[in-house]
């Protein structure tokens, strides 16, 4: 039997195989760390008849230690020359089953994924989905929002990202880091970090250190009451469009009527001065249900 494909030897021989150049463009750095792919596995808590979807599986390191999990994996990516590497190299058996039973590969956007319409011939839609990723950085965040905000309920989001949006999805109240992505997610999901990962544990290493997050849907009862999630964003994020300027003057553009505006303030019962990032969640979802964004 080979070695897995997450060794540095067995990735190294890919690329040498192949001619490929993991294309920065694209955000490729394949992790060649057997420990840390185990912990994304284990971070996600993966069970046999699971079923994943992976975003950009590159040459297979994290898709193969997910099938020998006994997960069932659909895996989006954009990469051409890759479908030939992953179909050769990835085992044609898995735990005694042919791999079309277990693996299967969408070329697209994962920005573009319509999920039911996708994964329904794959999937049972009934039945609960994980999402695990060693994310392509560039774009990290619009992953996270648009996975946020998607119809399909996920049970658990496994990320492997830069620490430095990883400390955004944890970031408390007034600190630099808070903004609305925190907010995003905050209001939406559970943040627990896994991992911390060196960038040693990647070819080629990235510039940054890297961590492993596990988000969870919140339960109902501990949900903040907000009726539209796309309006709460928007509002968020105009309440941040200039994050030194006070919250009376970001919010100019929502409600040009001074009057209005500092009642409005006054109303969350904090100082006119207020910055964006002083204000907690709740106060957020306050201003979002008394403002109305126009296109
Ligand atoms: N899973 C592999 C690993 O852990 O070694 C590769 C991870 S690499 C950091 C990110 C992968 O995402 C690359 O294979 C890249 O081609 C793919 N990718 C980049 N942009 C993408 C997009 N918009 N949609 C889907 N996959 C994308």
Not at 110 to 136: Q, S
């Amino acid at each position: 039997t080979e070695i897995p494909i997450g060794s540095p030897v067995r990735t190294q021989a890919i690329i040498n195989r192949y001619f490929m150049k993991a294309k920065k463009s694209l955000g490729q750095n394949f992790l060649v760390d057997l420990d840390v792919l185990q912990g994304i596995v284990r971070a996600a808590a993966i069970k046999p008849g699971d079923q994943v979807i992976e975003i950009g599986p590159g040459i297979g390191s994290l898709t193969e230690q997910l099938l020998n999990a006994g997960a069932k994996v659909y895996a989006y990516e954009v990469d051409e020359n890759l479908p030939e590497v992953l179909h050769n190299e990835l085992p044609a058996k898995i735990n005694g089953k042919p791999l079309n039973q277990c693996f299967k590969l969408k070329m697209k956007d994962i920005l573009k994924a319509d999920f039911e319409a996708d994964l329904v011939d794959f999937f049972d839609l009934n039945k609960p989905i994980k999402v695990v990723a060693n994310l392509p950085y560039y774009i990290t965040t619009p992953i996270i929002f648009f996975l946020n905000n998607s119809q399909l309920k996920f049970t658990s989001l496994t990320l492997m990202m830069q620490k430095e949006v990883a400390d955004r999805l944890h970031a408390h109240v007034g600190t630099k880091e808070y903004g609305p992505l925190t907010i995003a997610v905050q209001a939406e999901m559970s943040v627990r970090s896994y991992l911390t990962v060196k960038s040693s544990s990647f070819i080629p290493q990235p510039k940054v250190d890297s961590s492993v997050v596990v988000l969870k849907p919140l339960a109902a009862a501990n949900k903040p009451d907000i009726a539209n999630l796309e309006h709460f964003n928007r509002v968020v994020k105009m309440c941040f469009a200039q994050r030194r300027k006070t919250l009376n003057n970001n919010l100019k553009v929502l409600l040009p009527d001074e009057k209005q505006r500092l009642a409005l303030i006054k109303s969350l019962g904090v100082d006119s001065r207020i910055r964006p990032e002083q204000l907690t969640l709740e106060q957020f979802v306050e201003i979002a249900h008394r403002v109305s964004v126009k296109n």
